[in-house]
């Protein structure tokens, strides 16, 4: 994995500066930017702070597909649930959800 290419992708997607992921993440200006001009790979504290202001976690980021999806504490909060049912109670769950979307929309 190029730590930097997948930063930097990470940051352009956000349409954010090197300035602004310095303001959020606490890291000095001149530090990212020669992390990003270099290729320096950051240290996994300066990482872990870029991932935070970036609005992902450290291990989402490492994560090898492309998709990264960061849940809501709400979202967080039923799937914990959610996981706690049994298999037919779930079943039942998803049934429901898909009745009150419209199956088009979670499928």
């Known amino acids: 994995m190029d730590v930097i290419k997948k930063l930097n992708a990470l940051r352009l997607e956000r349409n954010m ?3 602004r992921l310095s303001e959020l993440s606490g890291i000095n200006q001149s530090t990212l930017a020669n992390t990003f001009s270099r290729g320096t790979v950051p240290s996994v504290e300066n990482l872990e702070k870029m991932c935070d202001a970036l609005g992902i976690t450290l ?9 990264i999806v960061c849940l809501t504490d709400d979202e967080e909060e039923l799937i914990t649930h959610y996981r706690k049912l049994s298999e ?3 079943k039942s769950i998803f049934d429901l959800l898909l009745n009150m979307a419209g199956e088009h929309i979670l499928r």
């Open 88 to 90: 037919q109670m779930r």
């Open 17 to 19: 500066s090197v300035y």
């Open 59 to 67: 291990a989402q980021f490492f994560m090898t597909d492309e998709k």
